[in-house]
Structure formats: structure tokens, C-alpha cells
């Protein structure tokens, strides 16, 4: 999961790029450059394998663990779970970003221009997925620390928060 980190401060990064070329031309929308600048959206995953955990359960192998240790795997597999389940934001929302693209018929030739209204569309759905990828980020570094936690044998930190700006 710490192989992640990098990745998804990169992708968040472009997205901040990506949002600051749709408000320039907000408010601008004769700014030339940023008319015809390129954005970057994608979308990317990662895959955390919980087949240990899912067997342990349905077999009733956990009737053996002493009940901490019990509770302390399902809350790592608890966080991994909020993780993958987040991952489906950013999807929706590039694909609403790539929905209005094609509507607006982008950058489909060297006249076209994205008007204020049309950017203002964009700048939301951009700004949701900056809301999902802050998210995705914070229950990255906790599911991170419910792990290391884990490993070094005490309490996981729970006050995790970080800024839009």
C-alpha cells in the first residue's frame, strides 16, 4: 500500500493541474493557452487480495484466535475494504469528465472553445474527484496505519485529516 502513495499524490496532482486549466479558462475563456492545453484524466486502481481473510471467515478458522487478534485483522481488512470501495468514485467520475468532453466536442479543432458555462461543468465534476481522490488518500494512509500498527503491535492512530487547498 505504501507503493501507492507516490502514485496517487502524482494523480492528484494532475487533477489539481487539470481543475487550474478549467478555472483559467473560467475565467478567461479568451486565455488562448489555456483553451488549448491538454488534460490528463485517467483513472487507476490498485488491488489488495483478501482471499486469506475471506477463507479464515468462512471456514470459521477465527473461532480459534484469541479475539483481539480477531479484531485487529478485520479492522486492516475493514480499512482495505473503505479503500476498494472508493476506488469506484474516481471512476464515475472520470467518466462524467470524459462525458463532457465529448459532449462539448473538446479541443476538436483548432477554433473549438469551452465556454464559461461549459467549464463551470467541468470544474465540478473535476472538483468531486478531487473531493474522491483526498478521500481515497486519507483511507489509503489508514488503512497504511492500521497495518503498521498491526505489525509494531500497538493502537492505530485515528486522527487522520488533511485540506482541499
Do not use: C
Request: avoid cysteine; glycine fraction near 6%; charged fraction near 20%.
Amino acid at each position: 500500500m505504501k507503493d501507492a502513495q507516490p502514485g496517487l499524490k502524482a494523480w492528484r496532482d494532475e487533477i489539481d493541474a487539470d481543475f487550474e486549466v478549467v478555472h483559467k479558462i473560467q475565467e478567461n475563456p479568451n486565455d488562448a493557452g489555456a483553451q488549448h492545453a491538454s488534460l490528463k484524466v485517467h483513472w487507476s486502481s490498485i488491488n489488495l487480495p483478501s482471499t486469506a481473510w475471506m477463507t479464515a471467515q468462512s471456514t470459521g478458522a477465527l473461532a480459534y484466535m484469541p479475539y483481539e487478534e480477531a479484531e485487529r485483522y478485520s479492522s486492516i481488512y475493514q480499512a482495505q475494504a473503505a479503500l476498494l470501495a472508493m476506488q469506484n468514485k474516481p471512476a464515475e467520475d472520470v467518466v462524467g469528465i470524459l462525458g463532457l468532453v465529448a459532449r462539448y466536442n473538446v479541443h476538436s479543432g483548432p477554433s473549438s472553445m469551452i465556454t464559461v458555462e461549459q467549464a463551470g461543468a467541468l470544474m465540478e465534476r473535476f472538483g468531486q474527484m478531487r473531493v474522491h481522490l483526498l478521500n481515497g488518500d486519507l483511507l489509503l494512509r489508514e488503512s497504511i496505519e492500521e497495518s503498521q500498527a498491526f505489525l509494531e503491535n500497538r493502537k492505530p492512530k485515528t486522527d487522520f485529516n488533511e485540506s482541499l487547498n
